[in-house]
């Protein structure tokens, strides 16, 4: 049977894609990072399947509220807690709020509830793999990794306290192949 958290998730996602994949791609491999470092249970599963869901599928704030609202009902504060502390500003991806502003809204968010750290780290571990190669291509996505590097010392120090060494490690090991990759890429053939 799949958790109650899994069905939410897929129908707030329908129709949204994840590098040419139905997003489910991206939510499974959150967890299972999550995963890989003994953090399992249906808190943190839920809010890998709910992390994005705040942020990409309401239009605004007061729908990000209600969303959010209604998260906790059906799982529980901590799981809305920890969604809550990873969602940035709704309307990135309409372009109604720049990126760097929802970065600082989350980034202030995880002052408040550390633990979130965790579940924002796995995140970005899978989203920067996935610029290495780009699950829709199988080829690096540059634009991905030259943001995310970009992103690299405001995001370590927003976001790296607390978090469990080795999976900081697993992080920078993948910020650290972008850079090479990104650095290759502008050396002349």
Known sequence: MTPPY???ALK???GHLYADKPYD???RLVEGVLGEFG???QKWSASAWLHDTVEDCVEDVAGATRLLGVIREKFGDDVANLVWS???LPG???GAVNRKDRNEDIYAKLSVYPEARTLKCADRIVNVECSIVDPGTGAPNLGMMRMYLKERARFTEAV???V???LWNRLEAAWDRCQEIVDKAAVPA
């Open 164 to 166: 469990m060494l080795s």
């Open 160 to 162: 790296r306290p607390g």
């Open 86 to 88: 990873v969602s940035g």
């Open 92 to 94: 990135v991806k309409k």
């Open 12 to 14: 707030l996602h329908a």
């Open 25 to 27: 791609y991206h939510l």
């Open 39 to 41: 953090y399992t249970g």
């Open 6 to 8: 899994v069905d939410f």
